[in-house]
């Protein structure tokens, strides 16, 4: 069974930076891709960023130019950069990894953008 856990999420003004990561419990080679989720009260989960297990990555035109993902040392580990936040980031990140058509989701972590 794949385990994800999320950490640094937490509250930040506009324009300011987060940091969060994501361990597997496994080897994330293993995932076809991993990344970042995020569900905002009222809306449907949409894609941040992901990484594919050739490196290759994709982000939600939103935050393109503002949030880089990679693989942060350890081989089970996935971050996500983000700076120059906006209240409209403002959501509960989830980090999800596939393999073929099956997900996997952590618990979710907090952001929320505010002054």
């Known amino acids: 069974q794949v385990q994800l856990v999320e950490s640094g999420g937490g509250l930040v003004e506009p324009g300011g930076s987060l940091r969060l990561s994501c361990t597997a419990s496994t080897n994330i080679f293993g995932f076809n891709d991993m990344g970042w989720y995020r569900q905002a009260p009222g809306e449907q989960r949409e894609l941040v960023a992901i990484?594919?297990?050739?490196?290759?990555?994709t982000y939600a035109d939103s935050v393109k130019g503002r949030f880089t993902i990679f693989r942060d040392g350890p081989e089970n580990t996935v971050a996500l950069q983000m700076l120059a936040l906006k209240p409209e980031d403002t959501a509960i990140y989830y980090c999800g990894a596939r393999i073929l058509r099956t997900y996997y989701w952590g618990p979710g972590t907090q952001v929320t953008v505010s002054s």
């Open positions: 990484i594919n297990v050739g490196g290759v990555t």
